[in-house]
């Protein structure tokens, strides 16, 4: 793979300063909420010491995966799906087990998730894909159905894991190349018509693959005060938190619901509500800005890319990204239903910081390639 020396100079520093602050917030809140006072730990291992041991391997990935010429990774595309897809396959029969999902695989004392790195797999395998066909007015359906097929291989094997917000969330990367391709216009009045045909079907076999507890936190973001001990709990002490941050929030060691341990998955799928009641609707308003100077970056990149295929990538990455930030913060919120899926570069969580970081550091690849002539 080739490496041009002259992208040193290239290097986004504002994008460092944003990732960097945003990713001091999580390791802040982290500890807030998994060490006493004095910085003991309880449960062994600092948990924020961990998360910053998977700071730093991120951004070692987040070098390579911005100095490798993207276009010299796309051309092993298909073999990087192929070891995803039979990755995810290994889950059922060697994975490990853990809060009631198989979705580890362990090698030593190394564990990781598969299906995070189906999220790189189907991010090229789609780029690669829809470039190389080139569609100009639009996708067909021969087109639309092979991209369909590329997506919904893994994102079976996801679900079955059960991992609802995975499965959900690499879904976003293809409708977001979907959307920026478009459809041809008489294929786009057939399809509608055909989606709306086979949607009650698609309904029902997405439903019936649901797990018990799955179905329950649906029906629960409806009405959490219908089971308040039991679904509805996470949801209800989640709104508590936030709601009582007020404008200036509580401090670094002064809410109740996550130093008191009322909310669940606190330093998790939770963090925001953790760092909303300490910091308050200002240090809310100061994250949203982060968050939303990333993504306007990301699809700056993806707007002025120099061809489709880096343009697709940026595009699936964007998607993504802003996927798990709206829908983590709509779960934390009670606007949408809670179904595991971390705050980006703030939640604890190995693989998942490691892939993000990753998949950031592709953004800035695309972007320094654009000035390197």
Not at 203 to 217: E, I, T, V
Request: overall charge positive; proline content about 3%.
């Amino acid at each position: 793979m080739r490496v041009d020396t002259r992208m040193i100079s290239g290097f986004d520093r504002f994008l460092f300063v944003v990732l960097f602050l945003i990713l001091g917030i999580g390791v802040l809140s982290i500890y807030s909420v998994t060490s006493e006072a004095g910085g003991a730990s309880l449960q062994g291992t600092a948990l924020y010491l961990k998360q910053i041991n998977w700071i730093v391997l991120g951004w070692l990935v987040f070098l390579v995966m911005a100095w490798i010429d993207y276009r010299e990774m796309a051309r092993f595309a298909y073999p990087i799906y192929l070891v995803t897809v039979l990755t995810l396959a290994l889950v059922p029969v060697l994975g490990r087990t853990g809060m009631g999902a198989k979705r580890w695989l362990t090698l030593g004392s190394f564990s990781f998730q598969p299906s995070e790195l189906a999220k790189i797999g189907i991010l090229f395998a789609l780029a690669k894909y829809f470039s190389d066909n080139g569609p100009k007015k639009g996708l067909n359906l021969g087109q639309l159905l092979l991209g369909s097929g590329i997506l919904i291989i893994p994102a079976l094997f996801i679900l079955k894991q059960p991992d609802l917000g995975t499965a959900l969330s690499v879904s976003s990367i293809f409708l977001s190349m979907v959307f920026i391709l478009g459809l041809r216009s008489r294929f786009l009045i057939y399809f509608s018509l055909i989606s709306a045909m086979v949607s009650p079907f698609v309904g029902q076999f997405f439903w019936n693959n649901l797990k018990d507890y799955q179905k329950k936190r649906i029906f629960t973001f409806m009405n959490p005060a219908e089971d308040p001990t039991g679904t509805g709990y996470q949801i209800i002490q989640s709104k508590i938190a936030i709601g009582s941050g007020g404008f200036f929030g509580k401090g670094l060691f002064g809410g109740t619901q996550s130093q008191l341990k009322f909310l669940p998955e606190r330093h998790t799928d939770f963090i925001f509500s953790v760092f909303a009641e300490q910091w308050g609707f200002l240090g809310v308003l100061v994250l949203f800005i982060l968050f939303f100077l990333v993504i306007l970056w990301g699809i700056e990149v993806a707007s002025q890319s120099k061809d489709l295929l880096g343009s697709l990538i940026a595009v699936g990455i964007v998607g993504l990204f802003s996927f798990y930030f709206f829908v983590n913060v709509g779960m934390t919120l009670g606007v949408m239903p809670v179904v595991g899926v971390p705050l980006p570069l703030v939640s604890y969580g190995g693989s998942a910081m490691v892939t993000t970081l990753g998949m950031l550091g592709l953004l800035l690849n695309i972007k320094v390639r654009r000035m390197i002539r």
